[in-house]
């Protein structure tokens, strides 16, 4: 007989550290883009300028925003990709220097702006309660300019069709 082979189970392999670390970067940057998209673009009430998220408030300012995070975006991704030739040398100090460089390049743009970068539109006044006045009755009732038609013999008043010039009054005073 042959001696038993034992049969061992290849044990499952463990999650780096690095590659946990990199997952739960990216979902707390999906839920920080979320939150960030959705208080930039919340809605204003209809035909009130000036409200609502920044946006609406400021879109120019927004877009500027927006374009140097996307360009941060795309520096970090060149920086940090496999292969690249400043990753190997110093990458931290390649980023700093770029972010800086783009912190300063978006607030000179932001000054330089053709027709200014902020809009000042004016929030609207809060509008005062709206006061109301009571509905006086009127003191003297409104009489008909002609004499009331006769009443027939069944005591009912009214006219038939004929010789009556009063109007009808379809709401007596209160």
Do not use: Y
């Amino acid at each position: 007989m042959s001696p038993s082979r034992s049969r061992r189970q290849p044990l499952p392999s463990r999650r780096h550290r690095a590659d946990i670390l990199k997952a739960a970067g990216v979902a707390a940057a999906i839920v920080l883009g979320t939150a960030l998209l959705i208080w930039l673009l919340r809605p204003g009430p209809a035909g009130v300028p000036a409200t609502g998220g920044v946006m609406n408030r400021q879109p120019r300012a927004s877009w500027l925003i927006l374009g140097a995070l996307m360009v941060g975006g795309f520096v970090a991704w060149f920086v940090l990709r496999r292969g690249s030739r400043v990753r190997r040398r110093r990458a931290r100090a390649v980023l700093t220097i770029s972010f800086v460089v783009l912190i300063i390049c978006t607030v000179g743009l932001g000054l330089l702006w053709p027709g200014g970068l902020l809009r000042h539109d004016v929030a609207p006044a809060a509008e005062p309660a709206p006061t109301t006045t009571p509905t006086s009755t009127p003191t003297n009732p409104s009489t008909p300019t002609t004499t009331p038609a006769a009443t027939g013999a069944s005591g009912a008043t009214g006219s038939t069709g004929t010789g009556s010039t009063a109007p009808a009054q379809t709401n007596p005073p209160r």
